[in-house]
């Protein structure tokens, strides 16, 4: 034992839980639990909905028909048609692109931006989580849907800015699981000994702490992809989102507030989607969260 | 007690001026132009700049910055670009719905869901517990706006008990109107805290102290509310403030399904209009009411907890 201790060694010889584990326990979650199991295949049948939209609505989303308007359900359209004559499944069916688009991409990228922050503030500490702090705290203080509102206010609508303002709303949430998970890590004494060999910084944080700070992040992806989902149908029914008309779940409803005498069925139709959707996303996530992350609660 | 208090309102001065520095920031130097985005690509050349030098957008940001904070806190919001009338008096005329309909929703929120939250746990893994997770996971999944479009089809349109817009006139009337949109949030908050004072009386229940209670012989009222829910009302305390921030930016989408008046639905149109002026109005006032109730909620820690005023 003269030699030094190469810093590969000291990998392999971490008691970190091969990949393949997480992999078995997400399994192992699914299946354990009966409700469960219907959140997994809602959310599957969603996603094929979403990407095979063209194939399956019956109907043009936005083609009118004067002819046709304020239907109530028939074999013709199963969930008849709004005051443009517009065939309302069909547009449900486009509309749970939005969703899931918006759904993924916003929190995917709050996490990207969020653990950079998180982990600069958690590892280096002094100023730099000073500041990070302080701005996330002040963000953290105002509620997801009313930040998202403010900053549309400023911003105005269109794809990228709905991007842009789902993913500054989540970032605090993600950096302050970052920072508080990284300071946690960094006690740890792998990375003392990652320090103690002399590992340059942006090795130790990519080895040794991003890895180790991951399933918390992953679980808080999960429970914000049902967020993602809600605020987007309340921006685009606050008129901030997607923008008519092209078919949103939120703009749907919208529409439909317009035409209250008309017909309820948008209405109902696009309300049960959303609902079915953040709450099967709900449950997968706190399943998740249960087996990755028992230490931590949102 | 007061030096406590003290050093929590000192402590929101830089929270207060930070938030008007990212009002600054969001409404000078995202949208690009504030000119051509309040008077339309259709404006001439000599209408913008007669509106820059209205608006003071030609002199130095660091002056701009000054002012802005100057108006902001004398409350001077300008003229609405739309109907040129103050917008103070359309905040003040706004802002009381606004509160109107916060409050209710806590209250009821409140009323419900605490106790069902007991019922739960006070019975856990029977029947009030599962009822009160199924009503929980329904309450963290229906968006508000699509609930609130619900209860005005089913009870205002259809049953014709409640009207279908508006805010009311007189007390009487303006808790009618305030019901049914005050219920649509209400539910949503019920079901946190339900959710949140069954999780926190259940880990005090299991303490020491209430086995000691109980083996003293004390009853199971007295068990449940005086050992158990007063030593779980700090964690309610920190959900009652969420949820009063969760009622308010409701408020917003609430105030557009009911068509109510409201500072949402002031700023939403507002939005609409590209109605400059109020917009920054409408965002400042909300910004501050988030730093006001978080204020408050520390206020409320103290009177829940004395141990904290020793920190």
Redesign the interface.
Known sequence: MTEPVDPATTETMEPVPPPVSVVSTLIHVIFSRPATIVAVAIIVAFIFLAVFAPWIAPYDPVQQSILATNLSPTADHLVGTDQFGRDVLSRLIYGSRNSLIFGLVSPVLAAFFGTILGVTAGYFGGIPDRLISRVIDLLLAFPELLLAILIAAALGGGFWNIVAVLTVAFIPGFARVARATTLAVKQEPYVEAAVAVGLRTPMIIFRHVIPNIAAPIVVLITLWVASAIRLEASLSFLGMGTQAPNPSWGNIIRDGLNNLFGSPWPIVGAGLLITLIVLSFNLVGDALRDALDPDTSK | MIRYLLIRLLDAVP?VL??LT??FI??RI??GDPAI?ALGDMATAEQLQVFRDKMGLNDPLWQQYFSFLGKMLTLDFGKSLMNGREVVDLIAFNLPYTIELTLAAVFMGIFVGVPFGVWAATNPNRTPDAAMRGFS??G????????G??L??TFS?NLGWFPINGGGEGLIDRLYHVFLPALTLAFIKAAFLGRLTRTALLEVLGKDYVRTARAKGAREPRVVYRHGLRNALLPITTGLGLST??A???S??VE??FNRPGIGKL??SA??ERDYAV?QA??TV??MF??AI?LLMDLVYVLVDPRIRVK
């Open positions: 929270t930070l938030v990212l009002v969001a409404m995202l949208p985005s996971l329904i963290y999944a229906v968006p508000d706006f699509y609930l479009a619900l005005l089809i349109l921030l969760a308010l930016s409701g917003v989408a557009m399904v700023l939403i939005i609409a917009i409408g965002v909300f910004a988030v730093v978080n």
